[in-house]
């Protein structure tokens, strides 16, 4: 996800249809040459998970979806937010 402008991300809140999750999600924020990278490990449920980032401020948000729970490589993400401010 590129934004337009800075942006200082303090959550992400992700939704999986059960059985096509990750079990390891990279989250990689990064303004300019500087990367900063998060690993979450979301449960393989339906539920909303909400996990805290770091604060990193960003213009790039990056996903990377590891370890899938299907056997066929797919995922099925119903809900995703990337939950922060403006950067000043």
Known sequence: M?????????ALSIQFQ???SAKTVEVHLSCDSDVNTSVIHPEDNNSVQKFTLN??????VKLVFKDLTDFFGRI???KLDILGMHSS
């Open 55 to 60: 604060g990193h401020q960003s213009s790039l």
């Open 2 to 10: 590129k934004f337009d402008y800075v942006v200082l991300p303090s």
């Open 76 to 78: 099925i993400i119903y």
């Open 18 to 20: 059960g059985g096509f």
